[in-house]
């Protein structure tokens, strides 16, 4: 049997991970449990965006730990990349939106979180081959290079003495009196104290193996999304642009993501040639100077699918030990910092950071 810490949590995408760091920062003993390598499912195949696509047409329980989490994200990558040397690279390179619709709901949702936003638009829309409608320039809109956020992310919790326990999957648990004793992986049986569940997209699955009677499970589906990479020059895109459903997001080293597709496909993680085609072709479009530089990267990501893209963020109802973290659907990395600070403050009975009702199971 392991030797038992204050607070345990399986998972360690970045939910997982942020959630730790809210903990430590509290003064708590951590185990991670995770059953491949911390931080290699969604949270490493997303592109980073700091904001939500279009987040006016999406409920406002999205916005409201959006908004908490972008206003600190700087100074969380400055901290992190301070202590590990390990660069997130946050990077303020704006967002160019190029057809709006309903542009007078994106203007009042900007006014209302007091998000800078332009109508007129710079010059640089002439690079792109579209037709736009209503273009809409955000220049403080900002990137994390995820999959370096969440390895600056481990070091430091690594640093800090907080346990990993990888490759082991969490199968099931032993409960009593309504709390958790005992939760068994693949290879070992590890005692807790309190648990947290912040394991993405096979939240639903994983709270029914361990909870098959309970009448709280949160309905979490994966929902794959496909990327591509390509190798670019650094600065041949200065700037994030977005047109229609599809994105590119490029990197301080030149390398630039297509985003991406939304596949409704159960757990499988496979690429397909025809999503490969639809994303080569939507980029090389709308940026035809892609053309010039070799595609390096194809990958898929599960993401963890909720039906409005809302997250449960609650402590159990039935179960007095436990807590869960997770369904960010598209935003997990954008809404991190916040979920992981409302969790804490619920299991701590500190006052929420925000309003806690939406979150619930
Ligand atoms: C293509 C794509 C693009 C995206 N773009 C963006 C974006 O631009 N901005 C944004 O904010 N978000 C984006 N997202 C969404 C974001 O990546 C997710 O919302 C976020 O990663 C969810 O984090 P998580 O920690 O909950 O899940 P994950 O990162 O999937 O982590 C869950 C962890 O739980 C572990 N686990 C599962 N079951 C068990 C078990 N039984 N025992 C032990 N461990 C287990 C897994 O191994 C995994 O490491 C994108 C996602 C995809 C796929």
Same mark, same amino acid.
């Given at each position: 049997?392991?030797?038992?810490?204050?607070?345990?949590?399986?998972?360690?995408?970045?939910?997982?991970?942020?959630?730790?760091?809210?903990?430590?920062?509290?003064?708590?003993?951590?185990?991670?449990?995770?059953?491949?390598?911390?931080? %290699?499912?969604?949270?490493?195949?997303?592109?980073?965006?700091?904001?939500?696509?279009? &987040?006016?047409?999406?409920?406002?329980?999205?916005?409201?730990?959006?908004?908490?989490?972008?206003?600190?994200?700087?100074?969380?990558?400055?901290?992190?990349?301070?202590?590990?040397?390990?660069?997130?690279?946050?990077?303020?390179?704006?967002?160019?939106?190029?057809?709006?619709?309903?542009?007078?709901?994106?203007?009042?949702?900007?006014?209302?979180? %007091?998000?800078?936003? %332009?109508?007129?638009? !710079?010059?640089?829309?002439?690079?792109?081959?579209?037709?736009?409608?209503?273009?809409?320039?955000?220049?403080?809109?900002?990137?994390?290079?995820?999959?370096?956020?969440?390895?600056?992310?481990?070091?430091?919790?690594?640093?800090?003495?907080?346990?990993?326990?990888?490759?082991?999957?969490?199968?099931?648990?032993?409960?009593?009196?309504?709390?958790?004793?005992?939760?068994?992986?693949?290879?070992?049986?590890?005692?807790?104290?309190?648990?947290?569940?912040?394991?993405?997209?096979?939240?639903?699955?994983?709270?029914?193996?361990?909870?098959?009677?309970?009448?709280?499970? &949160?309905?979490?589906?994966?929902?794959?999304?496909?990327?591509?990479?390509?190798?670019?020059? &650094?600065?041949?895109?200065?700037?994030?642009?977005?047109?229609?459903?599809?994105?590119?997001?490029?990197?301080?080293?030149?390398?630039?993501?297509?985003?991406?597709?939304?596949?409704?496909?159960?757990?499988?993680?496979?690429?397909?040639?025809?999503?490969?085609?639809?994303?080569?072709?939507?980029?090389?479009?709308?940026? !035809?100077?892609?053309?010039?530089?070799?595609?390096?990267?194809?990958?898929?990501?599960?993401? !963890?699918?909720?039906?409005?893209?809302?997250?449960?963020?609650?402590?159990?109802?039935?179960?007095?030990?436990?807590?869960?973290?997770?369904?960010?659907?598209?935003?997990?990395?954008?809404?991190?910092?916040?979920?992981?600070?409302?969790?804490?403050?619920?299991?701590?009975?500190?006052?929420?950071?925000?309003? !806690?009702?939406?979150?619930?199971?």
């Amino acid at each position: 049997m392991t030797q038992t810490t204050e607070i345990t949590i399986i998972g360690s995408g970045i939910i997982g991970l942020l959630t730790a760091r809210e903990f430590l920062q509290a003064g708590y003993s951590i185990t991670l449990i995770d059953k491949s390598l911390s931080g %290699q499912e969604s949270s490493w195949a997303g592109g980073g965006i700091l904001l939500p696509l279009y &987040p006016w047409r999406q409920e406002k329980a999205i916005s409201t730990l959006v908004i908490k989490s972008i206003s600190n994200y700087s100074t969380l990558s400055n901290e992190l990349y301070n202590s590990t040397q390990i660069n997130p690279e946050w990077y303020d390179c704006g967002l160019l939106i190029c057809k709006n619709p309903d542009i007078e709901l994106a203007t009042n949702w900007c006014t209302t979180y %007091q998000i800078p936003f %332009q109508e007129t638009i !710079p010059s640089f829309i002439n690079n792109f081959n579209t037709k736009t409608k209503n273009p809409l320039w955000m220049p403080t809109i900002a990137q994390a290079r995820n999959p370096r956020l969440l390895k600056s992310l481990k070091v430091y919790l690594l640093n800090a003495g907080v346990k990993f326990i990888e490759n082991s999957e969490v199968i099931n648990c032993e409960l009593k009196n309504n709390n958790i004793n005992t939760l068994s992986t693949n290879k070992e049986k590890i005692k807790v104290n309190q648990l947290i569940i912040s394991t993405g997209a096979w939240t639903g699955k994983l709270a029914k193996q361990l909870l098959p009677t309970s009448l709280h499970s &949160p309905e979490i589906h994966p929902v794959k999304g496909q990327m591509l990479l390509f190798n670019a020059n &650094p600065d041949t895109l200065p700037h994030m642009v977005l047109d229609n459903d599809h994105y590119l997001i490029p990197r301080r080293d030149g390398k630039i993501l297509v985003g991406s597709s939304v596949e409704h496909s159960a757990f499988d993680k496979c690429t397909t040639k025809e999503t490969k085609e639809k994303l080569f072709t939507f980029a090389t479009e709308l940026f !035809p100077i892609l053309k010039n530089f070799p595609l390096c990267n194809h990958w898929a990501g599960l993401r !963890p699918g909720t039906k409005k893209g809302i997250p449960y963020i609650d402590k159990h109802p039935e179960i007095k030990n436990l807590a869960i973290n997770a369904g960010h659907f598209r935003n997990g990395l954008v809404m991190g910092p916040a979920s992981a600070q409302l969790i804490a403050d619920l299991i701590l009975d500190r006052t929420p950071c925000v309003d !806690p009702a939406p979150y619930h199971l």
